[in-house]
T-cell receptor, first 112, second 111 residues
Framework: IAGITQAPTSQILAAGRRMTLRCTQD?????MYWYRQDLGLGLRLIHY???????GKGEVPDGYSVSRANTDDFPLTLASAVPSQTSVYFC???????????FGPGTRLTVL | GENVEQHPSTLSVQEGDSAVIKCTYS??????FPWYKQELGKRPQLIID?????GEKKDQRIAVTLNKTAKHFSLHITETQPEDSAVYFC??????????FGTGTQLKVEL
């Protein structure tokens, strides 16, 4: 693994299903983030983690949950997907809270 | 940071001309202002950032200026080239230690 990766690359999901988006970084960054990107709305923060074992809510947390059991992994779970969660999801990490964020390649999620 | 406004939403310039994108923010505690570039279908990548203890920072053809009194900061790209075509996002980190992004500017550099 080099940098930050996400899986899957894309997914079509039926409404009501549970889905976990995976994010892994090998840079030993303390902070990790999940954003959703929608046309005309830019990047909106869903959840974040400043360090392993802690998480916090961002701008649009409803319907999503995260965990940070270790430094490298930061999965995002949609407990019961709804069509409004159709979006491109980006995971990111940074060495420090107010530092450069490195983004993963993104996951394109479609909820039908 | 709670609110970042970015203008314009689209910008078209001729190759070789300059491009300027402006952002305003509301949180007086904001002290970190990065700019990200996102090419079509790709991930956002940092191109330049500035912290509140400086007013201007340059990196080759790119510069960022910050006016803390007026609460605005700008990205300047000189001698634009076709590969500068992309979406540019400003962002700021306020007292909450989280980045708030602007809504993006689609820059098109025409030959």
């Amino acid at each position: 693994i080099a940098g930050i990766t996400q899986a899957p690359t894309s997914q079509i999901l039926a409404a009501g299903r549970r889905m976990t988006l995976r994010c892994t970084q090998d840079m030993r960054h303390n902070a990790m983030y999940w954003y959703r990107q929608d046309l005309g709305l830019g990047l909106r923060l869903i959840h974040y983690s400043n360090t392993a074992g802690t998480t916090g809510k961002g701008e649009v947390p409803d319907g999503y949950s995260v965990s940070r059991a270790n430094t490298d992994d930061f999965p995002l779970t949609l407990a019961s997907a709804v069509p409004s969660q159709t979006s491109v999801y980006f995971c990111a990490s940074s060495r420090e809270v107010r530092g450069e964020q490195f983004f993963g390649p993104g996951t394109r999620l479609t909820v039908l | 940071g709670e609110n970042v406004e970015q203008h314009p939403s689209t910008l078209s310039v001729q190759e070789g001309d300059s491009a300027v994108i402006k952002c305003t923010y509301s949180d007086s505690a904001s002290n970190y202002f990065p700019w990200y570039k996102q090419e079509l279908g790709k991930r956002p990548q940092l191109i330049i950032d500035i912290r509140s203890n400086v007013g201007e920072k340059k990196d080759q053809r790119i510069a960022v200026t910050l006016n803390k009194t007026a609460k605005h900061f700008s990205l300047h790209i000189t001698e634009t080239q076709p590969e500068d075509s992309a979406v540019y996002f400003c962002a700021e980190t306020g007292g909450g230690n989280k980045l708030t992004f602007g809504t993006g500017t689609q820059l098109k550099v025409e030959l």
